[in-house]
């Protein structure tokens, strides 16, 4: 809204930007862009189980802090990686509640795979993760979904990985709410725009 005159310019200006996005897959197609839109990109950088140019796929985590822990992490990772950036005043986030299909998975949490837990919790190298989530890409039939321990949440938390958009069980968020994170070098802390039931604050 701040680079354009009216609401017409503001629509024509979001129809320009969304020609310029890749396509959203045929089997995302249905669904709200909150759960639809980390499955159109294939970044050049690797994620923990998504290699560099490899199709996208949806992180959650089971609990909000664990989320937010996960997202705080990286804001602060950004100051820290660039010293010449000045501190990150509060910026909304949408925490947002999603719903899942029982679905073929694997639980990293539990044996036998839980003996191999500095593999899957290695803080930078993603190369053991990454290569387990192309054997279970190529499964057949291919597994859908992967749990794990949280690596950037400082108590126990358990996030989860989906390859496949159908494992959504509504199109939409069933919840949302905002949430401002405001980071400098030594914290990060998140605040619930309106404060609701508690917690509605976080710091780590």
């Known amino acids: 809204m701040r680079l354009v005159d009216s609401l017409a310019e503001q629509v024509l200006l979001e129809?320009?930007?969304?020609?310029?996005?890749?396509?959203?897959?045929?089997?995302?197609?249905?669904?709200?862009?909150?759960?639809a839109?980390?499955?159109?990109?294939?970044?050049?950088?690797?994620?923990?189980?998504?290699?560099?140019?490899?199709?996208?796929?949806?992180y959650g985590a089971e609990h909000l802090r664990t989320a937010l822990a996960e997202k705080s992490y990286w804001r602060q990772r950004f100051l820290l990686d660039s010293p010449g950036t000045p501190e990150l005043g509060p910026v909304p986030h949408t925490a947002f509640t999603a719903a899942m299909h029982s679905t073929r998975a694997l639980d990293l949490t539990r044996p036998p795979l839980v003996r191999d837990h500095k593999h899957w919790k290695d803080p930078d190298d993603y190369s053991a993760t990454q290569h387990l989530a192309a054997q279970a890409r190529a499964a057949e039939p291919p597994l859908q979904v992967i749990?794990?321990?949280?690596?950037?949440?400082p108590r126990p938390g358990h996030c989860a990985v989906?390859?496949?958009?159908a494992v959504f069980k509504s199109p939409a968020p069933?919840?949302?709410?905002?949430?401002?994170?405001?980071a400098t070098r030594q914290r990060v802390r998140c605040v619930r725009d309106v404060p609701g039931t508690e917690p509605a604050a976080f710091e780590f």
């Open 174 to 182: 069933l919840h949302q709410e905002t949430w401002f994170l405001a």
């Open 37 to 58: 839109t980390p499955f159109r990109y294939r970044p050049a950088q690797g994620s923990r189980f998504r290699a560099p140019q490899q199709a996208g796929v949806w």
């Open 147 to 153: 749990r794990y321990a949280s690596v950037r949440d």
């Open 162 to 165: 989906l390859f496949d958009p």
């Open 15 to 35: 129809q320009l930007l969304e020609a310029s996005k890749p396509p959203i897959p045929a089997a995302a197609a249905s669904l709200h862009y909150l759960l």
